[in-house]
């Protein structure tokens, strides 16, 4: 009843910048949080991003003061802007979601299908 649809990969030079947006459909009471993810061929998938109500955020060692998440209640929309992309930031960049479709339901986890990042030196 949940999808999250995801844009914006692509390839990239170094030092480049690319923005993924990750939008929520269906039935959907409240959101939250929202997060990013990513995995990279033959590594585990780890936590980037993560945004929070009222926008608390909280990133990666790695990516900290590089990128920044945000997110449109409104649109029930997540965006993570990259800056100063590295080839170490390839991989496959997930969006992530805590659910509830109704007032008083458990919060269920919905994944994207992913979106390839490529960063070449």
């Not at 009843?1 to 692509?10: A, F």
């Not at 929202?34 to 955020?57: C, E, F």
Request: hydrophobic residues 30%; positive net charge; aromatic residues 10%.
């Amino acid at each position: 009843q949940v999808q999250l649809v995801e844009s914006g990969g692509g390839l990239v030079q170094a030092g480049g910048s690319l923005r993924l947006s990750c939008a929520a459909s269906g039935t959907i009471f409240s959101i939250n949080p929202m997060d990013w993810y990513r995995q990279a061929p033959g590594k585990q998938r780890d936590l980037v991003a993560v945004i929070r109500s009222g926008g608390n955020t909280d990133y990666a060692d790695s990516v900290r003061g590089r990128f920044t998440i945000s997110r449109d209640n409104a649109k029930n929309t997540v965006y993570l802007q990259m800056n100063s992309l590295k080839p170490e930031d390839t991989a496959v960049y997930y969006c992530h979601a805590g659910v509830q479709t109704r007032p008083g339901s458990p919060v269920f986890s919905y994944w994207g299908q992913g979106t390839q990042v490529t960063v070449s030196s």
